[in-house]
């Protein structure tokens, strides 16, 4: 991948790189995150990026969601959700995330210049998606044609250290993309971490 080479987006666009490859699978683009301080506090070097990048860390990652349907039966997606499970048989965390879709090798990924709605500009580490949009109703799940669902991935920092309230991340595994519920209602809107990973 060479760095160098920026893309610009604009903010509403986010799927421009939209493709149905068959009547199964769907392709589009995600703004997975961008390095530095984010809203999770944690700090992202740009060594990390770098080291992921190197090991295709993306490659063959999941995506996730939890697909539900709301009182009025139209299809949404969650969060990062789970539920504990009290039975005679003891306690248990059941995850209601369940695959969608993958990261594929050939995920053209790429540093694309983004702007937040702040009017801010952030170089966002974007790779493409295939989601299995025929076979479970996850599209039925969408914002609107452009804009899909919010992102949050799923990592563990594997080298970490800690500067005040932050903890800095010079290396880190992906174990998922989570498909997070995008929404005018506030009380429905999941926010990612990373302003636009859509």
Not at 12 to 40: A, E, L, M, P
Not at 121 to 140: A, C, N
Not at 159 to 174: A, E, K, P
């Amino acid at each position: 991948m060479d760095s160098t080479e920026l893309k610009n987006i604009n903010v509403t666009s986010k799927f421009t790189k939209f493709q149905v490859i068959n009547k199964d699978f769907t392709r589009c683009r995600c703004n997975v995150f961008y390095t530095g301080r984010n809203r999770n506090y944690s700090d992202i070097t740009e060594e990390a990026l770098q080291k992921f990048i190197a090991r295709k860390g993306y490659a063959n990652v999941p995506v996730v969601a939890h697909l539900m349907k709301d009182d009025d039966g139209n299809y949404r997606v969650g969060g990062h959700d789970g539920k504990i499970v009290i039975s005679n048989e003891g306690i248990e965390f059941v995850d209601e995330c369940v695959p969608f879709g993958v990261i594929p090798e050939d995920c053209n990924p790429s540093m694309d210049v983004i702007t937040e709605k702040s009017g801010e500009q952030r170089k966002y580490f974007s790779v493409d998606l295939i989601l299995w949009t025929h076979r479970y109703p996850i599209m039925e799940a969408s914002y609107n044609d452009e804009i899909y669902f919010n992102q949050s991935m799923e990592i563990s920092f594997d080298d970490y250290s800690y500067d005040q309230d932050y903890i800095v991340v010079n290396d880190f595994s992906m174990s998922a993309l989570c498909l997070l519920n995008k929404s005018q209602k506030s009380s429905e809107n999941v926010e990612p971490c990373f302003e636009s990973s859509m």
